[in-house]
Nanobody
Framework: QVHLVESGGGLVQPGGSLRLSCAASRSVSSFNVMGWYRQPPGEERNLVAHITTGGSTLYTDSVKGRFTISRDNAKNTVYLQMNSLKPDDAAVYYC????????WGQGTQVTVSS
């Protein structure tokens, strides 16, 4: 059984920054892909960013240049550094991991408001 635990969400003003963490119950390098989805209220869950075992990254267009995904193998943790946050970034952010199966964290709320 794989457990993913997110942390780091909260309330931030527009233009501010947050760093989300996703701690995995086993080595992050054992997954083909790890990443983040987000789900605004009343909307679908959509991909934000992912990072592969080889270190390749992918971002949805709306966060390119503002968000950075990274991985710390020693800590079994994946991060999402979010800068220049906008109200449209407000959502519940979910960490996921994929090997033959997909695993989800419980989500962490990000609120962007003045």
């Amino acid at each position: 059984q794989v457990h993913l635990v997110e942390s780091g969400g909260g309330l931030v003003q527009p233009g501010g920054s947050l760093r989300l963490s996703c701690a995995a119950s086993r080595s992050v390098s054992s997954f083909n892909v790890m990443g983040w989805y987000r789900q605004p209220p009343g909307e679908e869950r959509n991909l934000v960013a992912h990072i592969t075992t080889g270190g390749s990254t992918l971002y949805t267009d709306s966060v390119k240049g503002r968000f950075t995904i990274s991985r710390d193998n020693a800590k079994n943790t994946v991060y999402l550094q979010m800068n220049s946050l906008k109200p449209d970034d407000a959502a519940v952010y979910y960490c996921y991991a994929y090997d033959r199966y997909i695993y989800w964290g419980q989500g962490t709320q990000v609120t962007v408001s003045s």
